[in-house]
């Protein structure tokens, strides 16, 4: 783990952090980011070694993660929804052909993308309009999707649909669509204040698949079982690689106006900054471990307890507080170092860092969180899951 540690940190220093300016200012895909986590085998670091994958663990993912944040964020947001996706296979589907596309990311250094929105579902990605056609061995599906991480650079997309067109909407099922199997046809732009590598326009999707590409499993038990709480954890890792380095500039600048002027009085914002970041590192990994828990589990013991609201509360919390109070940092670093932070370009510049944050809220907004988080208190009844 050492080694793969000083090789990321390596591409990191010499190549992510080469390109992110420009990255940024031609709001284009980290091409050569995404090479370089290829070429250390890190696209298959979750999956298992009897798969062909490194055998990392949650806590290695969102450690590199943070990692990469701190040089790219949006380098780090495609390695975190990547995984995002691979542990929704790796934690759902055992079937031979699922297994077998395992070994092929690990060994192809394939990248895998998103599509849990649509357009008309007013961002609910517990529902869907377009639905799975059947026709014969195969299957069909149409669908406007409102956003695409990502996905004109993807091998393949999880995408979400009703399990037919005279489906519930609730009724869904996620889908492997494979990039040779697709047609993605744009329909907006990506033209944005942050995040702007990630490439995210909306797209119409039209593939035809078989029907082993669809997962087994339920899509609302892949949701509350793995896609949220790893979501809230990898995302998180990101807003907290941002501001740690937000942080760090800030203190490299007190540093070097100390050395220019003697004496010079320590500022108390910068032990104001490290206390903010200690809290929010402690709250994400007391999730790593609780989630690392909760997958020991027994299976007949597992669901019910990545489904209660205790669990629900602790991943919603993570994502609010980490969102909310990682933008604080990022602008309370910006106070310090003052208008040379507010500059594009030059040693303390954080104008990037303070757009790029601002998308955390909004990634699955927090209003939104904050009003499912408040309903379930409203039902909930203390039993063997003391919330206070």
Request: with cysteine.
């Amino acid at each position: 783990m050492i080694d793969l540690k000083n090789k990321l940190s390596h591409a990191v220093d010499n190549i992510i952090a080469k390109h992110a300016a420009d990255v940024d200012r031609q709001s284009r895909f980290p091409l050569e980011s995404i090479n370089a986590l290829k070429d250390i085998k890190l696209l298959g670091a979750y999956i298992k070694r009897e798969d062909g994958g490194l055998g990392c663990t949650l806590s290695d993912i969102a450690g590199m993660t943070m990692m990469i944040a701190q040089k790219c964020a949006s380098t780090a947001m495609i390695f975190a929804m990547h995984h995002i996706q691979v542990a929704c296979i790796m934690h759902h589907e055992e079937s031979s052909s699922f297994k077998g596309y395992l070994k092929e990311i690990a060994d192809k250094q394939l990248l895998l993308a998103s599509n849990t929105s649509e357009v008309g579902t007013g961002g609910d990605n517990g529902r869907s309009i377009a639905g799975v056609e059947y026709v014969g061995p195969r299957c069909t599906l149409l669908k406007d999707a409102s956003i695409i991480s990502y996905g004109a650079y993807a091998d393949s997309i999880l995408v979400t649909a009703k399990k037919s067109p005279d489906a519930r909407t609730t009724d869904q099922v996620l889908i492997l669509m494979k990039k040779e199997e697709t047609e993605l046809t744009e329909t907006g732009v990506w033209d944005t204040l942050g995040m702007r590598g990630t490439c995210s326009p909306p797209f119409q999707i039209k593939g035809s698949f078989p029907i082993e590409n669809i997962f087994n499993t339920q899509f609302k038990t892949v949701l509350s079982q793995t896609m949220v709480p790893v979501s809230h954890i990898l995302w998180s890792s990101c807003w907290l690689g941002i501001a740690t380095d937000a942080a760090d500039t800030a203190r490299k600048y007190v540093q070097s106006k100390a050395r220019k002027s003697k004496p010079y009085l320590p500022d108390t914002r910068l032990a104001e900054m490290n206390n903010s970041l200690q809290l929010l590192n402690s709250q994400l990994i007391h999730c790593l471990d609780t989630y690392k828990a909760l997958l020991e589990l027994p299976e007949e013991h597992r669901k019910s307890e990545l489904t209660s609201t205790p669990v629900l509360l602790k991943w919603n919390a993570l994502k609010m507080n980490v969102s909310n109070d990682a933008a604080g940092i990022v602008h309370r670093a910006m106070q310090i170092c003052g208008i040379s932070s507010y500059q594009n370009n030059g040693q303390y510049t954080l104008a990037k860092h303070l757009r790029d944050i601002h998308s955390a809220s909004l990634m699955i907004n927090n209003e939104r969180l904050m009003e499912t988080n408040a309903s379930l208190l409203l039902i909930y009844k203390n039993s063997d899951h003391p919330l206070f």
